[in-house]
């Protein structure tokens, strides 16, 4: 087989995995760091960690045009981070509400980034990425959007559409 004649065929091969499989490892790898650590922050039910307190009251500045800034209320941010961590990522691996999951990911990233500028190639832009992908894109067919999607598609078309 000729080598024009084998790129055509792999990207043939890529171009029939359906769109659900890299939507599905998206909101997966998307989910991990952020639910690891989520569970860093908790010591028991809604009972932040000595850990997460110190470094949101002590630690973490949000570096913005070279000042570094105290968190504004660190320990309400602390806890609504800890939530974040812990309730997104299971809605990204449900496929459960993707879009608004994927947007409070991305709003925790740039966050993340402001506080830890050196972790931009590393870590923030490749979550950034993967949120904004899934922002635009959403779960895809193995989504639990999609299963309620299809559940509510007539009452949502009629709603859309009235009769006139």
Not at 14 to 28: E, G, T
Not at 114 to 126: A, E, Q, S
Not at 130 to 140: D, I, N, Q, S, W
């Amino acid at each position: 087989m000729r080598p024009d004649q084998l790129v055509i065929r792999a990207d043939r091969l890529l171009a029939a995995i359906p769109a659900a499989l890299p939507l599905l490892f998206l909101r997966v790898a998307l989910a991990i760091p952020f639910w690891r650590s989520g569970h860093t922050k908790w010591d028991g039910f809604l009972s932040l960690s000595s850990g997460a307190r110190y470094l949101f009251t002590e630690e973490f500045r949000l570096h913005i045009f070279g000042q570094a800034f105290a968190y504004p209320a660190p320990l309400t941010m602390a806890f609504l981070a800890g939530l974040g961590e812990v309730i997104l990522p299971v809605l990204l691996v449900l496929g459960l509400g993707t879009r608004f999951a994927a947007l409070g990911i991305l709003a925790m990233t740039i966050i993340i980034q402001l506080t830890v500028p050196d972790g931009l190639v590393n870590f923030h832009l490749p979550w950034f990425a993967m949120a904004l992908a899934l922002a635009v894109y959403g779960g895809g067919t193995v989504s639990a959007d999609r299963l309620i999607g299809r559940a509510l598609g007539n009452r949502l078309k009629a709603s859309a559409h009235p009769a006139h």
